[in-house]
C-alpha cells in the first residue's frame, strides 16, 4: 500500500462513492414505490399444493369475473327489525347494482332467526387492490340509509381492505420509525456525528438497491410481494446493513490506531473482516432461501427476497463504508478519537470484567446460563401455531372484526365464510346431502346461475358449486373440525371428485402445510449454518457446539414469547408460520453474533492459545456486538407500528430473542463453553494440539 502512488490510493474510494451515490439517487425512490407490486390479497399466499387451493383455481371458473364477497350486517337499534325495514334494506343495495367495482346484483336482505339483524351479499371485484376500501364506503353509505338500524360490513372484502389500511403508508413510517430509532442509538453508543449518519446512509442505499432488484423481479411476476414481506424487507436490509457496517467500522478504528494512514486502515479493515461478515451474510442468505423448499407461497417469496436485501446490506458495507471511512478518517469518529487496539484497553473495563467473571469459574457460568435457558425452553411446546383468530388479526379495532363479530351474534358461526365445494355435476345432489348431514354444517346449497344459492345450480366445465354454511365461527378449531369431516363424508360419494376449500379450510390447509415446513425446512437451515461455522472456523466441535446454543436460545425465545402472548399480549394463538419465521431470523442472525465472536476468537487464538483467544476476543468484541444486537433489536422492534398481530408477533420474537443471544449466549454461554472444553474446543484443526494452558483467573491479558 506504502508502493501505491497517492492519486491511486484515493481513487478508488472517490468511484465508489460517485457509485454509491448514483445508486441512491437513482434507486433510492424504489424503497417507496416497491408497494405498487405488491398484493394484500392473501388468497394468493396459499399452499401451492392444497386441496383448497385447487377449490380457489376452480371456483374462478363460477366468479365470471372474479368476486370478493362484502357482506353488509344491520343489527337492530330497538328490539327486532321490521319488514319495512327489510325492504329499505334490500332497495338500499339494490341500488348499487352497476355502481363502480360492485358486480352483478347485491342479494335481498336475509332476517336472522332472532329478528334481530339482516344480512346481504354485495359481490365486489376481487382486483381493487387499494381502491377496495372506497368501495366498500360506498356500499356503507348506501346501506346506512335503513333507519333504526345501524349498519356494518364483514367478510372477505372488508378483510381486505382493512389489510390495505393497515399496511397504507408502510413505506415512510415503518422506515422513518427504523432509521430513527438505528439514529439515536448509534448517536448514544458511539457519540461521533458523522460515522452514524454514513452507516444509516449506507443502509438506506442498501435498501434503494434492493427494492429495486425486488420490483423489477414483482414486476415481471417473478417473485410476489405482499405488505408484510415488504416491510420484513425494509427492516432486514436497515439491520443487517447496520451490523455489518458496526463490525467493519470498529475494526477500521483498530486499524487506524494502530496504522495511521486512513487508506492503509480501511484495506485491513476489509480484509480482516471480510470473511465474518461475508459468512454472516451467507448465513442469513441461504437459511431464506431455503424457504423455498416450503409449500407455503408468502413464505417462498420471503426467500428470495429477503436474500436480495441481504446481498445489497454486505454490498453496502463492504464498498460504500470503506469507501467514506478511507476518506474521511479520524474525522469520521469526531468528537471522539479512535484508541488503540489493545485487548486489554478495549470495552473500557465492562468487557474486561465480563471476560474476568467467565474466567474465574467458566464451567459454573455456562451450567448457570444454560439451565436459565432451558427452564424458559420448557414453556415453548405450549405455543400455538394453529392460526389466529380473526378477530385477532388486527391489534387494534378493524370495522371487519367488529362487524363479524355482530355477523356470528345473529347468524350461523360460518356465515360470510361458507365452506365452498367444487364437484361433478351429476353427482350434485349426492354431494350437498352428504355435505348437509356432516356434523357441524348448518346448511348447504348449490350456487345458482346469480352466484346465490339456492335454484338451478349453475353448471361450469361438468362441476358445480355448492356453498356449505358452517355452524362455528369460519376461525375456530370447531370449524376446522368439520371441514375435515365434511372431506371425508364429500370424498365418499362415488364418481363425484369433490373438493372441499373456502376460508376455514385455507386455514386448516395452512396450518398442516406450515407444520410439514417446519419439519423440512429447520434441519436444512441447521445444517446450512453448520456448514458454514465449519468451513470459517476450521473446527467440528465449535461449529456443533454454536448451533447448539442458538437452537437453545431460539427455544427459550419461543417459551417466553408463549407466556408474553398470552398473558400479556392476549393472543390466544398465532399465525402458522410465525415459528418458522421466528426460527429463520432468530437463528440465522443469531448466529452471525456467535460467528464475529468466533472469528475473532480463533484470530486471537493462533497467536496467543485458546484461553487468551477467547478473552481477547470476547473484551475486543464486546462492545459492537453488543451495539449491532441492540440496533437489530430495535429495527426489528419497529414492525409492531403496523397492527397486525403476525408482524407483532415476529417483532417480538426476534426482538427478545435477539438481545438474550446478544446479552447472554455471545457474552457468557459461548465463552465459557470454549474456556471449560480448551484446546480440544477446535478439534480437528491444529489448535486443538496445543499445549495446555495456565490456569484460568489471570485476566484477559493473563
Same mark, same amino acid.
Not at 387492490?129 to 346501506?143: I, K, S, Y
Not at 432451558?374 to 401455531?385: H, I, K, M, N
Given at each position: 500500500?506504502?508502493?501505491?502512488?497517492?492519486?491511486?490510493?484515493?481513487?478508488?474510494?472517490?468511484?465508489?462513492?460517485?457509485?454509491?451515490?448514483?445508486?441512491?439517487?437513482?434507486?433510492?425512490?424504489?424503497?417507496?414505490?416497491?408497494? @405498487?407490486?405488491?398484493?394484500?390479497?392473501?388468497?394468493?399466499?396459499?399452499?401451492?399444493?392444497?386441496?383448497?387451493?385447487?377449490?380457489? #383455481?376452480?371456483?374462478?371458473?363460477?366468479?365470471?369475473?372474479?368476486?370478493?364477497?362484502?357482506?353488509?350486517?344491520?343489527?337492530?337499534?330497538?328490539?327486532?327489525?321490521?319488514?319495512?325495514?327489510?325492504?329499505?334494506?334490500?332497495?338500499?343495495?339494490?341500488?348499487?347494482?352497476?355502481?363502480?367495482?360492485?358486480?352483478?346484483?347485491?342479494?335481498?336482505?336475509?332476517?336472522?332467526?332472532?329478528?334481530?339483524?339482516?344480512?346481504?351479499?354485495?359481490?365486489? @371485484?376481487?382486483?381493487?387492490?387499494?381502491?377496495?376500501?372506497?368501495?366498500?364506503?360506498?356500499?356503507?353509505?348506501?346501506?346506512?340509509?335503513?333507519?333504526?338500524?345501524?349498519?356494518?360490513?364483514?367478510?372477505?372484502?372488508?378483510?381486505?381492505?382493512?389489510?390495505?389500511?393497515?399496511?397504507?403508508?408502510?413505506?415512510?413510517?415503518?422506515?422513518?420509525?427504523?432509521?430513527?430509532? &438505528?439514529?439515536?442509538?448509534?448517536?448514544?453508543?458511539?457519540?461521533?456525528?458523522?460515522?452514524?449518519?454514513?452507516?444509516?446512509?449506507?443502509?438506506?442505499?442498501?435498501?434503494?438497491?434492493?427494492?429495486?432488484?425486488?420490483?423489477?423481479?414483482?414486476?415481471?411476476?417473478?417473485?410476489?410481494?405482499?405488505?408484510?414481506?415488504?416491510?420484513?424487507?425494509?427492516?432486514?436490509?436497515?439491520?443487517?446493513?447496520?451490523?455489518?457496517?458496526?463490525?467493519?467500522?470498529?475494526?477500521?478504528? @483498530?486499524?487506524?490506531?494502530?496504522?495511521?494512514?486512513?487508506?492503509?486502515?480501511?484495506?485491513?479493515?476489509?480484509?480482516?473482516?471480510?470473511?465474518?461478515?461475508?459468512?454472516?451474510?451467507?448465513?442469513?442468505?441461504?437459511?431464506?432461501?431455503?424457504?423455498?423448499?416450503?409449500?407455503?407461497?408468502?413464505?417462498?417469496?420471503?426467500?428470495?427476497?429477503?436474500?436480495?436485501?441481504?446481498?445489497?446490506?454486505?454490498?453496502?458495507?463492504?464498498?460504500?463504508?470503506?469507501?467514506?471511512?478511507?476518506?474521511?478518517?479520524?474525522?469520521?469518529?469526531?468528537?471522539?478519537?479512535?484508541?488503540?487496539?489493545?485487548?486489554?484497553?478495549?470495552?473500557?473495563?465492562?468487557?474486561?470484567?465480563?471476560?474476568?467473571?467467565?474466567?474465574?469459574?467458566?464451567?459454573?457460568?455456562?451450567?448457570?446460563?444454560?439451565?436459565?435457558?432451558?427452564?424458559?425452553?420448557?414453556?415453548?411446546?405450549?405455543?400455538?401455531?394453529?392460526?389466529?383468530?380473526?378477530?385477532?388479526?388486527?391489534?387494534?379495532?378493524?370495522?371487519? &372484526?367488529?362487524?363479524?363479530? #355482530?355477523?356470528?351474534?345473529?347468524?350461523?358461526?360460518?356465515?360470510?365464510?361458507? *365452506?365452498?365445494?367444487?364437484?361433478?355435476?351429476?353427482?350434485?345432489?349426492?354431494?350437498?346431502?352428504?355435505?348437509?348431514?356432516?356434523?357441524?354444517?348448518?346448511?348447504?346449497?348449490?350456487?345458482?346461475?346469480?352466484?346465490?344459492?339456492?335454484?338451478?345450480?349453475?353448471?361450469?366445465?361438468?362441476?358445480?358449486?355448492?356453498?356449505?354454511?358452517?355452524?362455528?365461527?369460519?376461525?375456530?378449531?370447531?370449524?376446522?373440525?368439520? &371441514?375435515?369431516?365434511?372431506?371425508?363424508?364429500?370424498?365418499?360419494?362415488?364418481?363425484?371428485?369433490?373438493?372441499?376449500?373456502?376460508?376455514?379450510?385455507?386455514?386448516?390447509?395452512?396450518?398442516?402445510?406450515?407444520?410439514?415446513?417446519?419439519?423440512?425446512?429447520?434441519? &436444512?437451515?441447521?445444517?446450512?449454518?453448520?456448514?458454514?461455522?465449519?468451513?470459517?472456523?476450521?473446527?467440528?466441535?465449535?461449529?456443533?457446539?454454536?448451533?447448539?446454543?442458538?437452537?437453545?436460545?431460539?427455544?427459550?425465545?419461543?417459551?417466553?414469547?408463549?407466556?408474553?402472548?398470552?398473558?400479556?399480549?392476549?393472543?390466544?394463538?398465532?399465525?402458522?408460520?410465525?415459528?418458522?419465521?421466528?426460527?429463520?431470523?432468530?437463528?440465522?442472525?443469531?448466529?452471525?453474533?456467535?460467528?464475529?465472536?468466533?472469528?475473532?476468537?480463533?484470530?486471537?487464538?493462533?497467536?496467543?492459545?485458546?484461553?487468551?483467544?477467547?478473552?481477547?476476543?470476547?473484551?475486543?468484541?464486546?462492545?459492537?456486538?453488543?451495539?449491532?444486537?441492540?440496533?437489530?433489536?430495535?429495527?426489528?422492534?419497529?414492525?409492531?407500528?403496523?397492527?397486525?398481530?403476525?408482524?407483532?408477533?415476529? *417483532?417480538?420474537?426476534?426482538?427478545?430473542?435477539?438481545?438474550?443471544?446478544?446479552?447472554?449466549?455471545?457474552?457468557?454461554?459461548?465463552?465459557?463453553?470454549?474456556?471449560?472444553?480448551?484446546?480440544?474446543?477446535?478439534?480437528?484443526?491444529?489448535?486443538?494440539?496445543?499445549?495446555?494452558?495456565?490456569?484460568?483467573?489471570?485476566?484477559?491479558?493473563?
Amino acid at each position: 500500500m506504502k508502493n501505491t502512488p497517492r492519486w491511486a490510493r484515493w481513487l478508488v474510494p472517490l468511484v465508489l462513492l460517485v457509485v454509491w451515490l448514483g445508486v441512491g439517487g437513482t434507486l433510492g425512490p424504489y424503497a417507496g414505490k416497491l408497494s @405498487e407490486v405488491a398484493t394484500n390479497d392473501q388468497s394468493t399466499f396459499l399452499p401451492r399444493s392444497a386441496e383448497s387451493t385447487q377449490v380457489l #383455481e376452480a371456483r374462478k371458473a363460477f366468479d365470471q369475473s372474479g368476486t370478493l364477497p362484502a357482506i353488509v350486517v344491520w343489527t337492530a337499534d330497538g328490539p327486532r327489525i321490521g319488514q319495512e325495514q327489510r325492504a329499505e334494506a334490500t332497495a338500499a343495495v339494490g341500488g348499487l347494482a352497476g355502481a363502480e367495482g360492485v358486480v352483478g346484483r347485491p342479494s335481498p336482505a336475509v332476517p336472522s332467526e332472532d329478528g334481530k339483524a339482516l344480512q346481504a351479499v354485495v359481490q365486489l @371485484e376481487s382486483d381493487l387492490g387499494d381502491d377496495m376500501p372506497a368501495v366498500l364506503d360506498e356500499v356503507r353509505r348506501a346501506a346506512d340509509g335503513v333507519p333504526g338500524t345501524t349498519a356494518r360490513i364483514a367478510g372477505p372484502a372488508a378483510t381486505q381492505a382493512d389489510l390495505s389500511d393497515a399496511f397504507s403508508g408502510i413505506d415512510g413510517l415503518l422506515l422513518g420509525v427504523a432509521l430513527t430509532a &438505528v439514529l439515536l442509538i448509534l448517536l448514544l453508543v458511539y457519540r461521533s456525528v458523522l460515522l452514524p449518519f454514513m452507516i444509516i446512509l449506507g443502509s438506506v442505499f442498501a435498501l434503494g438497491l434492493a427494492c429495486a432488484v425486488v420490483y423489477a423481479l414483482a414486476d415481471r411476476d417473478v417473485v410476489q410481494v405482499d405488505g408484510q414481506v415488504q416491510g420484513i424487507l425494509s427492516i432486514l436490509v436497515i439491520g443487517a446493513a447496520t451490523d455489518y457496517a458496526l463490525l467493519l467500522a470498529a475494526r477500521f478504528r @483498530e486499524e487506524l490506531a494502530a496504522r495511521g494512514d486512513r487508506a492503509a486502515a480501511a484495506a485491513a479493515a476489509v480484509r480482516r473482516s471480510f470473511g465474518a461478515i461475508v459468512a454472516s451474510a451467507a448465513t442469513v442468505a441461504l437459511a431464506l432461501l431455503a424457504l423455498l423448499a416450503s409449500d407455503l407461497t408468502n413464505n417462498r417469496a420471503l426467500g428470495p427476497v429477503g436474500a436480495i436485501g441481504i446481498v445489497c446490506a454486505v454490498l453496502s458495507a463492504l464498498t460504500f463504508l470503506p469507501a467514506v471511512l478511507a476518506l474521511l478518517g479520524r474525522a469520521a469518529y469526531w468528537p471522539s478519537r479512535p484508541k488503540a487496539a489493545d485487548a486489554s484497553v478495549e470495552g473500557h473495563g465492562v468487557w474486561r470484567r465480563v471476560a474476568a467473571t467467565v474466567d474465574r469459574r467458566p464451567r459454573r457460568v455456562w451450567a448457570a446460563t444454560a439451565l436459565v435457558l432451558a427452564v424458559f425452553a420448557a414453556f415453548s411446546p405450549s405455543l400455538s401455531a394453529k392460526g389466529t383468530p380473526l378477530d385477532e388479526i388486527f391489534v387494534n379495532d378493524a370495522p371487519s &372484526v367488529a362487524a363479524q363479530a #355482530e355477523l356470528g351474534e345473529h347468524f350461523p358461526g360460518g356465515s360470510g365464510n361458507p *365452506a365452498v365445494v367444487i364437484a361433478d355435476a351429476d353427482r350434485a345432489e349426492e354431494v350437498t346431502a352428504a355435505a348437509r348431514d356432516t356434523e357441524g354444517v348448518d346448511s348447504a346449497a348449490p350456487v345458482s346461475a346469480s352466484g346465490r344459492p339456492g335454484g338451478e345450480p349453475r353448471i361450469v366445465d361438468g362441476r358445480v358449486r355448492i356453498d356449505a354454511t358452517l355452524q362455528d365461527a369460519a376461525d375456530s378449531d370447531a370449524a376446522k373440525r368439520t &371441514v375435515e369431516r365434511l372431506r371425508e363424508r364429500v370424498h365418499a360419494v362415488p364418481g363425484a371428485d369433490a373438493l372441499v376449500g373456502g376460508y376455514t379450510a385455507q386455514q386448516y390447509d395452512t396450518q398442516e402445510t406450515a407444520a410439514q415446513d417446519r419439519t423440512l425446512i429447520i434441519p &436444512v437451515v441447521l445444517g446450512i449454518i453448520l456448514l458454514i461455522l465449519v468451513l470459517l472456523l476450521r473446527s467440528l466441535l465449535v461449529p456443533v457446539l454454536l448451533v447448539a446454543t442458538v437452537a437453545l436460545n431460539f427455544l427459550a425465545t419461543l417459551g417466553v414469547a408463549t407466556l408474553v402472548f398470552e398473558h400479556l399480549l392476549g393472543f390466544t394463538g398465532t399465525d402458522a408460520s410465525v415459528p418458522l419465521y421466528g426460527f429463520v431470523f432468530l437463528v440465522a442472525l443469531g448466529v452471525d453474533y456467535n460467528i464475529f465472536l468466533m472469528s475473532r476468537v480463533r484470530e486471537e487464538a493462533l497467536v496467543h492459545g485458546t484461553r487468551q483467544g477467547v478473552l481477547r476476543g470476547l473484551t475486543t468484541t464486546g462492545g459492537v456486538i453488543t451495539s449491532a444486537g441492540v440496533v437489530l433489536a430495535a429495527t426489528f422492534a419497529a414492525l409492531m407500528v403496523i397492527p397486525l398481530a403476525f408482524l407483532v408477533q415476529i *417483532a417480538f420474537i426476534v426482538s427478545f430473542g435477539v438481545l438474550l443471544d446478544t446479552l447472554v449466549v455471545r457474552s457468557l454461554l459461548v465463552p465459557a463453553l470454549t474456556l471449560d472444553i480448551g484446546p480440544p474446543a477446535w478439534w480437528p484443526s491444529a489448535l486443538s494440539r496445543r499445549s495446555p494452558e495456565p490456569a484460568p483467573g489471570a485476566g484477559p491479558t493473563g
